[in-house]
């Protein structure tokens, strides 16, 4: 199993969870988070008076699943998440010892 994290632009998650249920993945979590990368932030024009945004805001999408589909699963993202432009996010994945659904007690893959 693997638990993949995404950071994407937040207005791209609703296409994301699209592509993903259309593979049968329907858990996962997205946070509103903020962060940059090599986009450094951007200036804006406030009143007049310029300001520096460091912190962007971005959606982070954690979605566990069995090794046969991660493949899947992380072409389905980038293809969703993908508008071309700096700033359109990352992909980590990381494994995952154990799973376990906490009302039936199910373990591993039956566990997702």
Request: glycine residues 10%; hydrophobic residues 40%; proline residues 2%.
């Amino acid at each position: 199993m693997k638990l993949i994290t995404a950071i994407i632009k937040p207005f791209k998650s609703d296409d994301v969870r699209e592509s993903l249920q259309e593979l049968g993945i329907h858990g996962m979590t997205v946070t509103e988070v903020k962060g940059f990368g090599r986009q450094k932030g951007h200036t804006e024009l406030y009143r007049g008076a310029e300001y520096v945004i460091d912190f962007l805001p971005k959606a982070k999408i954690e979605v566990a699943v069995a090794d046969d589909v991660v493949d899947q699963a992380i072409e389905a993202i980038c293809k969703a998440a993908n508008t071309g432009q700096i700033g359109d996010g990352k992909i980590f994945v990381t494994a995952l010892e154990q799973t376990i659904r906490i009302r039936t007690g199910e373990t591993g893959n039956d566990a997702l």
